[in-house]
């Protein structure tokens, strides 16, 4: 009889490639251009800087949207 609680047989999931690694970061920097582009803009009165950090923003944003279309 085999025990159906027994997990050595579990299949083990292969490692993640390279390309799924890069999702968290896209959403880290995502979050702090636009952190960065809402205090640079508005509180300080940097609106050059700001702007890169928008452009930054986009650039993530866009990405990830791609990257979620395309493995659907």
Do not use: E, K, Y
């Not at 027994?6 to 636009?34: E, I, T, Y």
């Not at 640079?40 to 949207?65: E, K, M, Q, R």
């Amino acid at each position: 009889m085999t025990d159906p609680t027994r997990v050595a047989d579990a299949p083990v999931a292969p490692p993640q490639p390279a390309a799924d690694r890069l999702r968290p970061l896209l959403w880290l920097v995502l979050f702090a251009s636009v952190a960065a582009n809402v205090v640079l803009t508005t509180a300080l009165d940097h609106p050059w800087i700001g702007s890169a950090c928008g452009l930054v923003a986009v650039f993530c944003a866009g990405t990830l949207i791609v990257r979620h279309r395309r493995g659907r």
